[in-house]
């Protein structure tokens, strides 16, 4: 029942629907195997929450920044004797206790590097490659914006939960949850593991809600107007969204366009845990091109080991896959401004995700793949029965499969390329952690289409949630 309960909160098992304003969600199309006989769990077992802001520009709102998840917050906090009350019935000999605290970075104990010429810790958002009194080739060295948001939130981690608290989880916004992902996979200047920060150890997952996970200055996303998301940021007015009206940082410009922490994120996925809440909605005025919050694509907000599928137009009048659960249609700033339309909705919705992962079911993906159909498919015929994934990983049991892909249409006159209706494909879950599916075209009667698919496998601990893999004191 809780799994199945899981997976009706995600809804992001199957395919999407052709042209659909919904076209992000995948349906519930899946099948789930029994459940194996679940850990053994005693003693008193911690559950550290700390929630992390994002970007801001003004020097008050710097300042104030730690009240930035203030309702999530509360709102988790007043649901929580209820889980953990269920939990404990259920596990009896552990004593679930909690504790939640908020980080500011701004204001969080500073590195000894700074530009010779920005001295002020509030103005770490403005340190840019190249400042002088630093010697600095790359965003993530000491003496630039990226270092200092992985060094601060260390800080604020150990601040927060001294010596002796473990399991924490970090729930982060926005450039909070890049910097999240960052500091659990220990991210340095050359990438995942090339930074000890001291606290990895102690880090049980991380949640990020609309997080800017993936760098913003690719080709990939597509800015309004003709520049590029850097220069935009840098020398164009605020950028619209981030819910501040004063300018951002220069530095925080380079580490938001040049810097993706999708393989963070993904290392979090495989060590940790993680589960990535995304959304888009009809947020004026936006930065990109096709789905967005507003400041943030769609598919930047998830990397490709994250928990649920859809898919999102993308250039050359085609659709391209996302990644993580949507969680709702809510514009950036709704889950921290209670001035914003959804903004109680957003908190609602975050806050049943949260909880429904922590306490009742945590899913990952087990193995991920793509692959593309070898001719094309007539109105009423299949592709043949694509065997995917292998042996869920050890400690783990089958939770499943995700399927999404697009249909090809070439050419002028046939129409553009679409996401494949969930109608279209036949999902079959195998043994552990193996399944099948195929494509029925039956939209089409006149042509025949190519498709592409992106898939993947999900497992479960055997006691199925993220605290059940937590160890008690």
């Known amino acids: 029942m809780r799994i199945r309960q899981w997976l009706s909160m995600v ?21 789930v195997r029994g459940s194996p006989a679940a850990l053994t769990q005693q003693g008193t077992v911690q559950l550290n929450i700390l929630y992390v802001h994002g970007v801001k520009g003004c020097p008050e709102h710097r300042q104030n920044a730690e009240g930035s998840l203030n309702e999530l917050q509360a709102a988790v906090d007043t649901a929580l004797p209820t ?30 590097y700074h530009p010779s010429d920005s001295t002020d810790p509030l ?37 927060r939960f001294p010596a002796g608290s473990k399991n924490i989880l970090l729930v982060a916004h926005s450039s909070g949850a890049r910097a999240a992902f960052e500091v659990a996979a220990n991210v340095g200047p050359n990438g995942v593991g090339t930074q000890d920060w001291g606290v990895q150890g102690r880090i049980a997952g991380v949640v ?10 690719t080709s ?33 410009c380079e580490y938001a366009g040049d810097i993706t922490a999708f393989p963070a994120a993904d290392w979090v996925v495989r060590n940790k845990r993680a589960l990535m809440l995304n959304s888009w ?9 096709g789905n967005s919050d507003g400041p943030l694509p769609f598919d930047a907000q998830g990397s490709g080991l994250a928990v649920g599928s859809g898919m999102t137009p993308a250039p050359g009048q085609t659709w391209r896959p996302s990644h993580g659960v949507k969680y709702g249609s ?64 050890a400690g783990e049991k089958d939770e499943g499969l995700e399927v999404v892909g697009v249909c090809k249409h070439p050419g002028y006159f046939d129409g553009d390329d679409h996401a494949i209706a969930a109608s279209e494909l036949t999902l079959t879950n195998g043994a552990s952690c193996t399944a099948a599916f195929k494509w029925t075209q039956q939209h089409d009667s006149g042509n025949k289409h190519a498709a592409t698919f992106w898939w993947k496998t999900r497992s479960l601990p055997v006691d199925t949630s993220l605290l059940a893999t937590l160890p008690a004191n």
Not at 126 to 144: F, I, L, S
Not at 352 to 375: K, M, N
Request: charged share 15%; aromatic share 8%.
């Open 83 to 112: 889980y953990i009350a269920e939990y404990q019935a259920s596990h009896p000999g552990v004593t679930v206790v909690t504790r939640s605290a908020h980080a500011n970075l701004y204001t969080a104990p500073a590195s000894p």
């Open 281 to 289: 909605a009809s947020c004026s005025p936006s930065l990109w091109t």
């Open 330 to 393: 809510f514009c950036h700033s709704a889950i921290v401004d209670p001035g914003i339309s959804g903004h109680a909705q957003a908190v609602s919705a975050a806050r049943d995700r949260i909880l429904e992962w922590v306490f009742r079911s945590a899913p990952r993906v087990s193995e991920t793949g793509s692959l593309t159909t070898s001719t094309s498919i007539a109105y009423g015929s299949s592709t043949s029965t694509y065997g995917i994934g292998t042996a869920c990983p």
């Open 123 to 159: 103005n770490m958002d403005d340190w840019e490659v190249g400042d002088p009194g630093c010697t600095t080739t790359k965003q993530g060295e000491p003496c630039t914006t990226a270092y200092e948001w992985r060094y601060r939130l260390a800080q604020e981690i150990n601040r």
């Open 11 to 31: 809804g992001v098992v199957g395919a999407v629907g052709c042209g659909s304003p919904e076209a992000d969600k995948a349906p519930s199309l899946t099948e």
């Open 220 to 252: 990939k996303y597509n800015v309004v107007g003709t520049t590029s998301f850097v220069t935009a940021c840098k020398y164009g007015d605020p950028i619209v969204g981030f819910g501040d009206s004063c300018a951002l940082g220069n530095g925080w």
């Open 208 to 217: 990020s809600v609309q997080g800017m996970v993936d760098s913003l200055g």
